[in-house]
Nanobody
């Protein structure tokens, strides 16, 4: 059974930094892309960053140059380094894992990131 656990969220002032971690278990982590999404109340969940199994990365335009996604296959962990945080980055951040052959996508429970002075 796929299990994804996020950590590292919290409250930070504008301009500050946070690093989110997502530890995965229950599947071959290195064989799948990983991604971070975020969601605010009343809005759809949106892609923030994605990293392929070949370590290729893509980013939401508004976070390019500020956020960095990385993965450690030895420890089944994906990271999201967030620098230069703004109030617009306030959201619940979700780790997205693999989608099964039945079309079921695995998600973490989410972790709150609040940017406020």
């Amino acid at each position: 059974q796929v299990h994804l656990v996020e950590s590292g969220g919290g409250l930070v002032q504008p301009g500050g930094s946070l690093t989110l971690s997502c530890v995965a278990s229950g599947y071959d982590f290195s064989a799948y892309p990983m991604a971070w999404y975020r969601q605010t109340p009343g809005e759809e969940r949106e892609l923030v960053a994605r990293i392929s199994k070949a370590f290729l990365t893509t980013y939401k335009h508004s976070v390019e140059g500020r956020f960095t996604i990385s993965r450690d296959n030895a420890n089944n962990t994906v990271y999201l380094q967030m620098n230069g945080l703004t109030v617009e980055d306030t959201a619940i951040y979700y780790c997205k894992g693999p989608t099964s052959t039945l079309g079921v996508t695995s998600w973490g429970r989410g972790i709150q990131v609040t940017v406020s002075s």
